[in-house]
């Protein structure tokens, strides 16, 4: 298996622009979550899903940031407009249901606003 | 609600020095453990993992140990090396009060081995 895909893997954007972060989840994984990660914070977790539904978005900052799962294979994360405190490091991650809790996590997406 | 908290770093050893990173945890329930190691410019990956009280998990030389008495996971290794230098993380994963499997990872820890 390929593995958890993300992209892009580097965005460098203006504030006030959208920004759309994608996941490719590893086939057959029926969780899907999405972390920051910034040296202030450490690992937040955003929200997670579960078969393409979200069960907890009490991680996303405010209204800016939205995220959707329309099918098992992809996840979108969109920052509209975005700010330049949003910049950070953004990772989705997915895990199967049989499993003990292991998540197995995308090499993430570095994201700049200027 | 489920937390981890665990020694903020960042921890600086010599190489072939003996590591332990701490790991306390609350839980309602009975969940599995884990550490994930990060390495620079890549994401979190799996270094070893407990599913329940007793256990020993271990890899790569690194250990950790379930302890249910005393709520912890604390990661050991007996000689690191420059290679090892990395973030790791302690997380434990739990069933939530919809049955949703939720993990909870703590902050973090850099570890920089100098030679």
């Known amino acids: 298996d390929a593995g958890v895909i993300q992209s892009p893997r580097h965005e460098v954007t203006e504030m006030g622009q959208e920004v759309t972060l994608r996941c490719k989840p590893i086939s057959g994984h029926d969780y899907l979550f999405w972390y920051r990660q910034t040296m202030m914070r450490g690992l937040e977790l955003l929200i997670y899903?579960?078969?393409?539904?979200?069960?907890?978005d009490s991680g996303m900052p405010e209204d800016r940031f939205s995220a959707k799962m329309p099918n098992a294979s992809f996840s979108t994360l969109k920052i509209q407009p975005s700010e330049p405190r949003d910049s950070a490091v953004y990772f989705c991650?997915?895990?199967?249901?049989?499993?003990?809790?292991?998540?197995?996590f995308g090499e993430g997406s570095r994201l700049t606003v200027l | 609600g489920n937390s981890v908290t665990q020694m903020e770093g960042p921890v600086t050893l010599s190489e072939e020095a003996f590591l332990t990173i701490n790991c306390t945890y609350t839980a309602t329930g009975y969940p599995s453990l884990f550490w994930y190691v990060q390495y620079p410019g890549e994401g979190l990956q799996l270094l070893l993992k407990?599913?329940?009280?007793?256990d020993k998990g271990s890899n790569k030389g690194f250990e950790a140990t379930y302890r249910k008495e005393t709520t912890s996971f604390h990661l050991e290794k007996g000689s690191v090396q420059v290679s090892d230098s990395a973030v790791y993380f302690c997380?434990?994963?739990?069933?939530?009060?919809?049955?949703?499997?939720?993990?909870?990872f703590g902050i973090g820890t850099k570890l920089q081995v100098i030679p």
């Open positions: 991650a997915s895990k199967g249901q049989g499993s003990s809790g292991e998540l197995f």
């Open positions: 899903f579960n078969n393409n539904v979200p069960i907890d």
């Open positions: 407990a599913t329940k009280a007793d």
């Open positions: 997380a434990l994963s739990d069933r939530d009060s919809g049955g949703y499997q939720k993990v909870t």
